[in-house]
């Protein structure tokens, strides 16, 4: 199992900019993808952005253009830059691993991203 913690969540009007940082327990690049996730009470879970370990990026398409995953392999870090934040972007945004594509995702605690307008 793959530990993460979050971090870098907090509180931001409108236009304003957070980055999350994860930490992770493993060498990032032994690991299948990474990603950040975000929840909403009462919905599921939803993908943000993923990154693999050959470095491809996925978004969702509610934050192109927006957000930017990245990753430093030295320090078995993955971030979430995010700009021009909508209210819409509150949320609880978690960190994920999945070492493999048959394994489950393994999840940090999770850090609150609150927009307010």
């Known amino acids: 199992q793959v530990r993460l913690v979050e971090s870098g969540g907090g509180s931001v009007q409108a236009g304003g900019s957070l980055r999350l940082s994860c930490a992770s327990s493993a060498s990032i690049f032994s690991i299948n993808s990474m990603g950040w996730y975000r929840q909403t009470p009462g919905k599921q879970r939803e993908l943000v952005a993923t990154?693999?370990?050959?470095?491809?990026?996925n978004y969702a398409d509610s934050v192109k253009g927006r957000f930017t995953i990245s990753r430093d392999g030295a320090k078995k870090m993955v971030y979430l830059q995010m700009n021009s934040l909508k209210p819409e972007d509150t949320a609880v945004y978690f960190c994920?691993?999945?070492?493999?594509?048959?394994?489950?995702?393994?999840w940090g605690q999770g850090t609150q991203v609150t927009v307010s307008s």
């Open positions: 990154i693999t370990s050959g470095g491809s990026t």
């Open positions: 994920g691993a999945r070492r493999s594509i048959a394994s489950d995702w393994d």
